[in-house]
């Protein structure tokens, strides 16, 4: 099983840049693009500050594909 993150769909439905998501979780926005592209996987920790700053649960963030 295999966790996909949706911080994209999320950050594209609220209308903000990766660079604008990047500021208000006090990350590069480079970091945040790799998240998006499946390159990297953040901590809970910064799951949690992606998921406030997207006005969402972080669970919300999170879907699993077989």
């Known amino acids: ?3 996909v993150l949706k911080i994209k769909q999320y950050r594209v ?16 926005q ?5 998240i998006e592209n499946g390159n ?3 901590s809970i920790p910064l799951l949690c500050h992606i998921a406030k700053a997207l006005s969402c ?8 594909e077989e």
Do not use: H, Q
């Open 40 to 42: 990297k996987f953040p």
């Open 30 to 34: 480079g970091y945040i693009s790799d």
């Open 1 to 3: 099983m295999k966790a």
């Open 13 to 28: 439905m609220r209308d903000l840049s990766t660079t604008e998501l990047a500021r208000k979780v006090n990350v590069a």
């Open 57 to 64: 649960k972080p669970g919300e963030l999170i879907e699993c």
